[in-house]
């Protein structure tokens, strides 16, 4: 009867163990998704800037918003982007971009704006994760 209790305890240790690991990733994955979320809503706050924009001809939408080289506009959005997403700041390679292409398929003058969110989560190497949002500004 004693190895049958001890048995049983074991099992549920092990139920137990499990259960804490499960907890543990969810833990992760609620702050995974956490971070998209926030690119996203960086993202869209940035789009949002240009269609409010004097976006009269391409190559004012360009200067202002480029990242290459840096736009007024830009600038002030890299800064939010700095203070809200992790491993961002201070590391040259996950600064986000903006990158413009110039729509020749219709008869409207337009241009797509590709948006690049990089960040490092907390307590892991440094792999970053990214987040892209292609845009059309007419």
Known sequence: ???EGL???????IGILAIVGLQAASIKMVGDAKYRSDASL?????????WASDR???????GN???????????????SVNASMPG??????NQPTVAFT????TTVNSSI??????????????????????????
């Open 42 to 50: 960086l993202a869209d706050q940035l789009i949002g800037q240009m």
């Open 65 to 79: 918003f480029s990242s290459s080289p840096a736009g007024a506009q830009y600038a002030n959005w890299v800064n």
């Open 102 to 105: 110039t729509n020749t398929t």
């Open 113 to 138: 704006a590709t948006i690049t969110i990089y960040w490092n989560s907390p307590n892991e190497p440094a792999q970053a994760h990214k987040h892209v949002v292609v845009a059309e500004i007419i």
């Open 88 to 93: 961002v700041a201070g590391v040259a390679a």
């Open 1 to 3: 009867m004693l190895l």
């Open 7 to 13: 048995i049983s305890i074991l099992l549920f240790s």
């Open 56 to 62: 009269s001809t391409t190559a004012t939408l360009q």
